[in-house]
């Protein structure tokens, strides 16, 4: 049996739960409340791809400093935890959960593929930026689906009889 590497667009999920720029928290803690993922694309009006936004981008916005400071921080061997602060002692005003939209959270360097690319291009991405999941986009960049680490391995696994 030859095995072949599969075109994205016969393995990527097609029905993807999204996120608008203007998506307060409260809704988009509600969406990653009800679904097992926490990673969602951010499209504009016309479906095109504009960012992503995870649930570690939300524990972002509770930080003292930019991720990049925290990294350092952590590298400075006599430094305990300069900050030990709980999620729990932050002063979180309820006002927070309609004020804070996505756009104020979203990741706008987005690695995305296109359909007619192959799960081992699709594979070789996720190594290489260290993802789990890559939007999917037309050639207009319009959002069509997303394939995951776990629809590649299923895919990989079907192929080759397991399933």
Not at 33 to 62: C, M, N, Q, W, Y
Not at 100 to 128: F, G, H, P, Q, Y
Not at 138 to 160: H, P, R, W, Y
Request: glycine share 2%; net charge negative; proline share 5%.
């Amino acid at each position: 049996m030859v095995e072949r590497a599969m075109p994205v667009a016969e393995v990527m999920t097609r029905k993807v739960i999204t996120a608008k720029r203007s998506t307060t928290l409260k809704e988009l803690m509600e969406i990653f409340h009800r679904f097992t993922f926490h990673t969602l694309p951010v499209v504009d009006k016309e479906s095109k791809v504009i960012g992503l936004v995870a649930l570690e981008d939300v524990l972002k916005i509770f930080q003292p400093h930019p991720s990049n400071i925290l990294d350092m921080l952590d590298r400075i061997p006599f430094l305990d935890e300069y900050d030990n602060r709980s999620l729990w002692d932050i002063d979180i005003p309820p006002e927070m959960g309609i004020l804070c939209v996505v756009e104020d959270l979203m990741n706008m360097n987005v690695v995305t593929i296109n359909d007619e690319a192959s799960t081992v291009e699709a594979r070789s991405l996720m190594k290489l930026h260290r993802l789990k999941r890559i939007p999917v986009v037309d050639k207009e960049n319009c959002l069509l689906g997303i394939i995951s680490l776990f629809d590649i391995i299923m895919a990989v696994f079907k192929q080759k009889g397991i399933l």
